[in-house]
């Protein structure tokens, strides 16, 4: 199976949970009364429960507490060698590299969007990160703020055209993700120069690094979160479409 | 200037009309960062006066009841009023915990305040960065005001909110268990 084979499959499987998400959120919708939206006196301040699409919660509970096994007991102690023979410029180095090369993906997905405040604000960074950064190895741009722009990526440019997420979905060593993000993923990959790598293993490795320096990073707040919920994989979750629901916003 | 002072003492709420929510804030994060950074308090044995200092800064910035209202949602309505008072002491006492192992953390971060929302004439929002040689972290503080000052009732790094993070979990918990079950659960988390 080709990659563009797997690029169509995941299409037909979004368009399928889409309309199911669709569906489900309109449902929601009309039955959250006028609650949610605040009105006078004592209730007001009370908001309506969230609920985040979660078809798959068995499955997806399973999967979850396999990654967190993987997590403790191999992903951290690595982590620790990593950590000790990188030391934290270093690593934030690999990070800023890595989001640099990303810059096709923002690119073109402000554009679909049509945000040419964050195409210019892109391409700026990119420039200036790319020549003054060392490659983009140092993020000269970080502290200006004319020049700060949440990312974009095809998962948001579709929310964008009205697309729902899909449920949530838990995968093997990625973690959480929705239908839709997976898609917008790979969609994505398509885009990224460090897919245009040869030989594969070259690819592979660049692409297993970023993803394991950017787990690396995110390891403090993941232990945090654990540490301070009462049902970890719901507090995960909840964290997961909060933020991604953020940048759908920005 | 007699009758200016007068008039403040006779109308203290104009007086704290002043205070706006940004400054409350400003003014909490700076005590706790002049704690954090003091001389007088380093060293390991000094950790816990630190920390005990730290706490009676934190202890008044948080509106108990409305982070409790808001976390339960409409599960508050299924507390009787005894429940309800034990469910703001403990959730309370989680969140400060949660502040204060935060603080331990503090780096010289500093805190840029760059916007402030008005929302209405009891609701605000103070937005602000922090930021590291590393990471800019956008934390915006959502406050309430009530009688004598404004409170903070929830805090969102990076777009994700703290309260509707417990809400979303207390949520799940409560479909399955009783409020003095969650109660009880509170209890036992707090005691770690």
Redesign the interface.
């Known amino acids: 199976m080709n990659r563009r084979t797997v690029f169509v499959l995941f299409v037909l499987v979004l368009g399928l949970t889409l309309l199911q998400g669709c569906a489900a959120k309109t449902a929601h919708r009309a039955q959250a009364g006028p ?1 949610g939206t605040a009105a006078a006196g004592e209730e007001e ?6 609920t ?1 699409p979660d078809s798959l919660e068995t499955v997806n509970r399973g999967i979850f507490a396999f990654n967190d096994g993987f997590i403790t007991h191999l992903f951290s102690p690595v982590d620790t060698v990593y950590t000790g023979f990188f030391p ?1 410029d270093v690593r ?1 180095g690999f990070g800023n590299f890595y989001r640099n090369l990303g810059y096709p993906v923002r690119l073109v997905n402000a554009l679909l969007q049509l945000r040419l405040d964050k195409v210019a604000k892109e391409t700026a960074s990119f420039a200036l990160n790319t020549v003054f950064g060392v490659g983009g190895l140092f993020n000269v741009t ?2 200006m703020p004319g020049l ?1 722009s949440s990312p974009e990526d095809f998962s948001q440019t579709l929310a964008f055209y009205g697309l729902g997420s899909g449920t949530y979905v838990v995968l093997p060593f990625l973690g959480s993700t929705t239908v839709r993000d997976v898609v917008g993923t790979v969609a994505d990959s398509f885009l990224h120069p460090l897919s245009l790598i040869t030989p594969d293993s070259a690819r592979y490795a660049l692409i297993g690094h970023d993803k394991a320096n950017t787990a690396s990073a995110n390891l403090p707040a993941y232990k ?1 979160l654990k540490e ?4 970890h994989y ?2 995960m ?3 997961y479409f ?2 991604r ?3 759908e916003q ?1 | 200037m007699k009758r200016l002072v007068l008039f403040f003492v006779l109308f203290p709420a104009l007086a704290l009309a002043m205070t706006s929510p940004t400054d409350y804030v400003r003014t909490n994060v700076d005590a706790v960062v002049a704690i954090l950074t003091d001389p007088q308090l380093q060293g390991e044995e000094k950790k816990s006066e630190q920390m005990l200092r730290i706490e009676s800064v934190v202890d008044g910035i948080f509106d108990s009841q409305e982070l409790s209202k808001r976390a339960l949602a409409q599960h508050w309505k299924l507390f009787r009023e005894d429940q309800r008072q034990e469910f703001q002491k403990l959730f309370l006492e989680l969140i400060k915990h949660a502040y204060l192992k935060k603080s331990i953390a503090y780096n010289n971060e500093v805190v840029q305040y760059n916007q402030e929302l008005v929302k209405s004439e009891t609701l605000a929002e103070v937005h602000t960065v922090l930021t590291s040689p590393t990471v800019n972290m956008p934390i915006i503080y959502y406050m309430i005001r009530r009688d004598d000052s404004w409170k903070v009732y929830d805090v969102s790094v990076e777009n994700v909110s703290l309260v509707k993070n417990y809400r979303s979990q207390f949520q799940s918990i409560l479909q399955n268990s009783s409020p003095d079950q969650l109660i009880a659960i509170l209890r036992e988390k707090i005691h770690e």
């Not at chain 1, 301040?45 to 969230?50: G, L, N, S």
């Open positions: 609650l301040a009370i908001p309506e429960d969230e985040y934290q934030n970080r502290n700060q945090t301070e919920s009462f049902d719901t507090s979750k909840d964290v909060q933020y629901r953020g940048l920005e």
